[in-house]
């Protein structure tokens, strides 16, 4: 129950950053923020009911892109839906919510040390060259660069 309020709550702090931030009125911006509230409701569901453990992002992940695949009934309504809710507006109350967790867990963050920082730095810039790589390959392949 404590998931289906945080969603609720991190879709309408969305809905209003989408609003004051990006003008897009609440109508429109509405049916993007519930179709990304119940589709990931649906991942959460999904991994409790697996008879195995796996990671909660890689089914919220799996089902929205078969939500908005070109097969899947409704795909263009959903792409279009979602696509009017700008990235900044959901990632803000979500990051803040990171925040908040990681604050009430201080404690164990500092018995990891400072070498949890470098071991951030060292995926963050690994993470960023490769995507960075993988984008440059494909748009040669793609000749746009």
Do not use: C
Not at 13 to 36: A, C, T
Not at 75 to 92: D, P, R, V
Not at 95 to 114: N, V
């Amino acid at each position: 129950m404590n998931q289906i309020l945080t969603i609720l709550i991190i879709g309408f702090i969305s809905l209003i950053g989408n609003w004051i931030g990006y003008g897009v009125p609440l109508q429109e911006s509405l049916p993007g923020i519930l179709l990304l509230a119940v589709i990931t409701l649906i991942g959460m569901g999904f991994t409790k009911i697996l008879p195995f453990k796996s990671p909660v992002i890689v089914w919220i992940s799996l089902f929205a892109m078969l939500a908005t695949s070109p097969f899947f009934p409704g795909s263009e309504y959903t792409a279009a839906a979602i696509g009017k809710i700008n990235l900044l507006a959901l990632a803000t109350p979500i990051l803040a919510y990171a925040g908040l967790s990681l604050g009430k867990d201080i404690h164990l963050f500092k018995q990891l040390s400072w070498r949890i920082v470098v071991v951030s730095l060292v995926v963050f810039t690994g993470t960023f060259l490769f995507a960075t790589l993988f984008a440059e390959i494909v748009f040669k392949l793609q000749g746009k660069f």
